[in-house]
């Protein structure tokens, strides 16, 4: 965690909005972009507590936050954003907040889906949506039929999801494939797994952030997040906002991606490359 923290850009002089371009310009040309960045949204209730006010205040709260990071990960280019909206063991909390962070979810589709077409945001959900209540389901297949031509910010919404809930589905789909004959047991490698899981054909994600300031990674996409950077922010979800998005990937892009290999074949991989080759040559 060794980035230079970006100031909020509403504290900044000028305009909001032109030293945010500003700092999303700053962004883009320190480093990459990370194609997709998925969240564990944290700490609402804590968020809620700490006023005095009932949890589903600090839900409310946190479709801001959802809202301001769904905008600037359009705006910064961004390909996949990864909501953890509500996990397969969030159905064990108490009906009642259940229920309300159902209608809230509904609500904010209704509310929302006209502007995430606007700004070319597409929906799609890993999960097991036919578990959520009816008009949820009804909501989600609008947004997700209306926005499924935009090419911008693919959102998937993480609803009645868990890491081991996508891998069983997904092992079971590959059972059943292997049962009638359409491939062999032999066949069955990463890649074909992968295809199988709810996230097939998107990229694994480059960046995990988890809100609230705690290490864990909840059942959410164990299997895709092997190589993701974590990026672990103090901030109760409803207080994330944009500018700690920035921290975030300002702090990733300072991260060397090895994926199991050593700083130099990752730093120059040419030369590594070349200098294997003539010790292949050479049997040494
Ligand atoms: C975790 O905080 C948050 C959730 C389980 C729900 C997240 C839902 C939203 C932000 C609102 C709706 C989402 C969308 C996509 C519109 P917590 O309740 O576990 O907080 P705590 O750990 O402090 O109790």
Not at 40 to 59: E, Q, S, T, V, Y
Not at 100 to 113: P, W
Not at 233 to 257: K, T
């Amino acid at each position: 965690m060794n980035s230079k923290k970006i100031s909020d850009p509403r504290h900044r002089s000028g305009t909001a909005e032109s030293s945010d371009q500003s700092l999303q310009a700053e962004l883009k040309r320190k480093g990459n972009i990370p194609a997709h960045i998925a969240v564990i949204m944290d700490g609402n209730g804590r968020w809620a507590k700490k006023r005095g006010l009932p949890r589903i205040a600090g839900h409310h709260e946190g479709v801001e936050s959802v809202r301001d990071t769904v905008e600037a990960c359009g705006q910064l280019g961004v390909k996949y954003l990864t909501l953890y909206a509500f996990s397969t063991e969030n159905w064990k909390r108490p009906k009642e907040e259940v229920s309300l962070l159902m209608r809230l979810l509904m609500g904010a589709l209704r509310d929302e889906t006209d502007k995430l077409h606007r700004n070319n945001v597409r929906v799609h959900t890993i999960g097991d949506t036919a578990s959520l209540p009816a008009e949820v389901q009804t909501e989600l297949k609008e947004a997700i039929e209306r926005t499924k031509q935009n090419s911008g910010l693919n959102l998937l919404l993480a609803l009645s999801y868990s890491g081991r809930w996508d891998m069983a589905t997904a092992m079971r789909a590959i059972a059943h494939e292997v049962e009638a004959g359409k491939i062999g047991a032999g066949a069955i490698d990463e890649t074909l797994i992968g295809k199988y899981l709810s996230t097939g054909g998107i990229p694994d994600p480059d960046l995990l952030i988890r809100t609230s300031g705690e290490f864990r990674i909840s059942n959410f996409l164990l299997w895709q997040l092997a190589y993701s950077e974590i990026y672990i922010s103090p901030c109760y979800w409803p207080d994330f906002r944009r500018a700690e998005l920035y921290n975030a990937i300002g702090d990733y892009q300072q991260r060397e991606r090895r994926f199991g290999m050593v700083s130099e074949q990752v730093r120059e991989p040419q030369r590594s490359q070349i200098s294997q080759f003539f010790k292949n040559l050479s049997g040494t």
